[in-house]
């Protein structure tokens, strides 16, 4: 089992530059199979995950290659075959096969992926819209089969129920090579389905609307990749550190950032008080101090990401009051808490969703374990805050999401070592 172990009390400095977004990633690799031709990304971040996905392509005999932020994928000798359900339960994005091998081949066959523990989160709003586009879907021993191979594909409207960044992504996956026009209404607005939309639309896809609440396909023949695709910025990551560097740095600059992606995160870290300066392409955060308790909520882009109430969190322990946090995407997001509460935080969740975060004068080192990736990311800040030594069990979950997280956080002069994981050769 991997671990991080890290020896806090020392304030974070310097500089750190964010990597391509994992969520933007994640969904990328599995498009890329669509392409007739071999695909370029650059700014991919090198995380587990994306090792994962290789191996998944792997079974289809589809070659690629991944060095240092570049990867190379060519799926021009693909080929229907099982899937492997190991790899395909290590991560919830591993769904996006069934939207890239439906548009790809008209049928797909996954087993029912896996990821983190965050509580239900049902595909029905996948199934919803693979069957509008004319597909049969049935599920048999956590297998789902998703087959339109007889008629085809044909574009449709669909009408999502909820706002789901998941199924907004298949569905389009699914349709960019469907015949005639689909409309997706209701759809999510994240930066990462613009990605998405903007690579797809840059190999020869006609996608209309990406970043607004009603999408429009028409239906192309042929995806042909020809320039390279550049992975945007993780604002995930960004946001992580910039929580970092406010609860315990002396001077941080975050670089690679889009400022615009994190606008509802910002303005609750002003709001809190935290001395930042942003730039074009970059933010500065100055040295932590005491700050104002606040109010948090998250909620579907542009609102507060989910992704981030738990990095914040630490965050929080800085405040002269009780801050709220009240989690709307997935309530049970609370597998943090209890590891916090470990370290001496004052934090409590009494109700599904709400949480109450209050002053936490001195953290203390022990060992705890990352439930998730971003509860473990939430560990790590709260490990570099303590006094002594932290050890971070499950430390896997982490190194899924998070870009050269050990070479990073040593740049910022974090002392930390990583256990159990090679590094070099993460393919399971």
């Known amino acids: 089992m991997a671990k991080i172990i890290i020896n806090g009390g020392r304030k974070v400095t310097g500089q750190v530059t964010i990597g391509g977004a994992k969520n933007s990633t994640v969904a990328l ?3 890329a199979i669509l392409a007739d031709t071999s695909v370029q990304f650059d700014n991919v971040p090198q995380i587990l995950d994306v090792k994962n996905l290789q191996y998944i392509l792997a079974a289809m005999n589809v070659h690629s290659t991944f060095n240092e932020g570049d990867l190379s994928i060519d799926p021009t000798t693909i080929k229907e075959a099982p899937l492997p359900a190991t790899a395909i339960k290590s991560l919830r994005a591993s769904y996006y096969f069934m939207g890239a091998l439906l548009g790809r081949f008209g049928r797909a066959t996954v087993t029912f992926p896996g990821g983190d523990n965050l509580g239900a989160r049902p595909i029905d709003q996948h199934i919803k819209g693979f069957e509008a586009l004319g597909a049969k879907v049935t599920e048999e021993d956590d297998v789902i089969n998703i087959d339109a191979s007889e008629n085809g594909l044909k574009g449709a409207r669909v009408a999502l129920d909820t706002v789901s960044v998941g199924a907004t992504i298949n569905i389009i996956l ?30 020869g896809a006609n996608i209309r609307g990406a970043g607004t609440d009603t999408i429009r396909i028409t239906g192309v023949q042929t995806l042909e990749a020809k320039n390279t695709h550049t992975v945007i910025p993780d604002r995930i990551e960004a946001g992580t550190y910039m929580s970092l560097a406010a609860a315990f740095g002396d001077g941080v600059t975050v670089n690679n950032v889009i400022p615009e992606h994190l606008e509802s995160y910002t303005s609750k870290l002003i709001e809190m008080g935290v001395d930042m300066k942003i730039g ?127 070479d990073k956080l040593a740049g910022l002069g974090v002392d930390l070592q990583i256990e159990g994981v090679d590094l070099i050769n993460l393919m399971p």
């Open 280 to 406: 074009e392409d970059s933010v500065y955060i100055g040295p932590s101090k005491p700050l104002k308790p606040v109010a948090i909520k998250t909620m579907p882009y542009p609102g507060f990401a989910t992704d981030l109430q738990q990095p914040i969190t630490p965050l929080l322990f800085l405040a002269e009051g009780e801050s709220t946090i009240t989690e709307t995407i997935y309530p049970k997001r609370i597998r943090h808490i209890a590891e916090l509460r470990r370290m001496g935080a004052e934090v409590s969740s009494l109700n599904p969703g709400e949480i109450k975060v209050n002053h936490s004068a001195r953290l203390v080192g022990t060992t705890v374990e990352a439930a998730e990736i971003r509860a473990g990311a939430a560990l790590v800040i709260a490990a570099v805050m303590a006094d002594g030594q932290t050890i971070i069990d499950n430390a896997s979950h982490i190194l899924r999401g998070y870009d050269r997280l050990a």
């Open 29 to 31: 690799i599995p498009a």
């Open 174 to 203: 699914a349709a960019v090579r469907a015949e005639g026009q689909t409309i997706i209404e209701n759809v999510a607005k994240e930066p990462e389905i613009i990605d998405i939309a903007t690579f797809l639309n840059n190999m």
